[in-house]
């Protein structure tokens, strides 16, 4: 039962979203060189996960759409410069840096994932081997090396995000990540 002061936020497709990355993402890291099937599947799964957010950002509920939280850059340093001296205000959904964070993750881990594909393509393995490279194994050091890049970058702005929900948290005086468990909000 939801307290008459909280709103409700999170759709519970967007929290569905946002944990199975969490998982899929710390599963995909943890068995990048050791266990490639579980790897390679893990990789499928953020990129059907990115695939089913990219759709539910244009035609989601209100706060899951991505005209709700997409701001311009001056916003978003705005609010980060507030932030900073402990003044920013505070938003239902995402603020703007949050927003410019989630576009930073999503394009970090399409890319992430696109060349996690054609490496593994490259090498003979996976949907793209055909497709892309038929008998001949090219370019997989450079897909690779591109894919690492972007993992490691994508881990970067993972921690980032994290330390922004617990400034954002501190300063709002709210749990952010409580939010994305049960999707609701104090009003």
Known sequence: ?????EI???????????WGLVGAFAIAWL???????????????IGSLL???LAWGLIGTRY????DFITSPSSVVGYLKDLMVLRARRYI???????AMIVALLLSLLITTLTG????GATGAGPLAAMFFSQAAYGSELFEEVHEF?????LLLVLIHLAGVGLGSLVHRENLVRSMVTGTKRV
């Open 150 to 154: 972007f993992a490691n970058f994508t």
């Open 51 to 53: 695939l089913v957010r």
């Open 117 to 120: 594909m054609l490496a593994y």
């Open 93 to 99: 959904g995402h603020n703007p840096a949050g927003g």
């Open 8 to 18: 409700k936020v999170w759709d519970p497709l967007v929290r569905l979203f946002h």
């Open 31 to 45: 068995t990048e060189d050791e266990w490639m099937d579980l790897h390679a599947y893990a990789g499928y799964v």
């Open 64 to 67: 899951a759409r991505f005209n």
């Open 1 to 5: 039962m939801r307290d008459e002061h």
